[in-house]
């Protein structure tokens, strides 16, 4: 679906130096796939997560994008659609309105803007709260309203910037739960960020740990757990422990390397 090819970035801090963010990432995203992408804070994921979301044009390196056995034109498709941490609803847009919103510039009739949105709001349980306005909405509900929005976009790539961390323990394994039953559903092609191993093992067909920064990638591990069982009992397996003790290894050695490096 996407192949990033020798991506470096760097920025100027308030002190005018320049800082490296990324340094020549090069990965291969496959149609279909659940790519999470983990590592310690200040490593990049974010940064990558905004050049593929088109936020960020500086940088070098090259993002090449394949839209193989698209359906409809290819103007009536977004590369990519965004679902970020924080609340990104408009408060003064209707649920309906707010899903609808991308969909005009992509030259949607009103009908299919209509049949699109009812699409995706049923899929994530809130056809009924079409009507309804943010404020009305619970902190779930408004990160499902921003899903059916990215997803109504038909994107190529969905874009996950920890999207449920604001969210309590509770609340984030049921999103969990409906984001693999919606993955399972329209086979989108997903890069999840977060800092949660578990979720990533959760939710991922392969996790990609980055080292500290400057964000390199510092493995890749495929994860082959048939997801048909709730997640409360995937997480019980004998697997799932396995990889998440895997992964935690290997992330927590980078974090010491380079605590150990900041106190020489």
């Not at 499902?144 to 309590?168: C, H, I, M, T």
């Not at 740990?209 to 997640?231: C, S």
């Not at 019980?236 to 020489?264: C, H, M, N, P």
Request: with cysteine; net charge neutral.
């Amino acid at each position: 679906m996407c192949d990033v090819d020798g991506l470096s970035k760097v920025y100027f801090g308030k002190s005018g130096e320049p800082v490296l963010a990324l340094n020549g990432i090069s990965a291969t995203i496959q149609q279909g796939e659940v790519l999470a992408v983990i590592g310690p804070s200040g490593c990049g994921k974010s940064t990558l997560l905004r050049v593929l979301a088109g936020l960020d044009r500086d940088y070098e390196g090259a993002v090449h994008w394949h839209d193989r056995g698209a359906s409809g034109k290819r103007n009536r498709r977004l590369a990519s659609a965004t679902v970020f941490q924080s609340e990104s609803l408009f408060p003064w847009q209707t649920v309906g309105g707010n899903v609808e919103l991308p969909l005009k510039p992509l030259g949607c009739s009103a009908a299919e803007r209509r049949q699109r949105s009812d699409k995706y709001l049923t899929m994530v349980g809130l056809r009924d709260f079409r009507s309804a306005y943010p404020h009305e909405l619970s902190g779930g509900m408004k990160q499902r309203a921003a899903l059916a929005r990215a997803l109504a976009a038909d994107p190529l790539l969905l874009l996950l910037d920890e999207p449920f961390a604001a969210l309590d323990a509770q609340s984030r394994l049921i999103m969990q739960q409906e984001l693999l039953t919606l993955f399972a559903q329209t086979s989108t092609t997903v890069l999840y960020v977060t800092h949660d191993i578990e979720e990533a093992v959760t939710l991922a067909d392969r996790v990609v740990v980055m080292t500290a920064r400057p964000g390199r990638i510092r493995h890749v591990q495929r994860i082959d757990i048939p997801r048909d069982a709730p997640v409360m009992s995937v997480r019980a397996t004998a697997e799932f422990r396995r990889l998440t003790e895997e992964l935690w290894t290997i992330l927590a050695a980078e974090v010491g390397d380079t605590l150990a490096s900041q106190t020489r």
